[in-house]
């Protein structure tokens, strides 16, 4: 018979022995291994029901070098196999990708807070025009004025990149700890 939309999958229940605990995965689902008899006769058995179907099976393989054997074992039976190596790698580029979309946006806060470092120290010669005619007054060169003003804009950069540093790894850290204690159960 076919399953009908209105018809409730059946579960199966099984007496399991647990010989290998994994603890959590990264969605908080617990993960226990049992013999590979059990599940070769809840497989037997859901293959039997009517309306039973498994959803998900995973295999440990113990030696690396079956790895890909166990797979193409598994797609020409008509699973859908995937390694954990896989996983990773895409969990990889998708980190990537958000390392050089983080890099660009810090290049282009770089860029803005030059050009705003720039505009403060412009506006600082247009409005001390009184203190730059002193300074010219006591001996000052025009090339001693420019140095004090370098100077100025680049203890303020200097400052504030200090700052952003210290408080970015502040924040980082505190969201880590607040991170590792609320999912500290979890394996990563």
Known sequence: K???ENQVAKQLEETCTVVGIWGKNFLGTERYGIPYKTVETMTKKSLEEEYVTPSRYEVVVLDEKYLTKVK????????????DIDVIGTIGKVVNMITVILALIAGISLIVSGIMISLVTYMGVLER??????????GFTNTDIKRIFTFEGALIGVLAGVIGVVLSTLIGT???EIF?????????
């Open 174 to 176: 505190i969201v880590n």
């Open 72 to 83: 193409m074992a598994a797609e020409q039976i008509g699973l859908t196999a995937t390694l």
């Open 2 to 4: 076919a399953k009908t």
């Open 180 to 188: 590792m204690a609320t999912y500290s159960d979890i394996a990563f």
């Open 129 to 138: 025009t009184r203190e730059i005619g002193i300074l010219k007054a006591v």
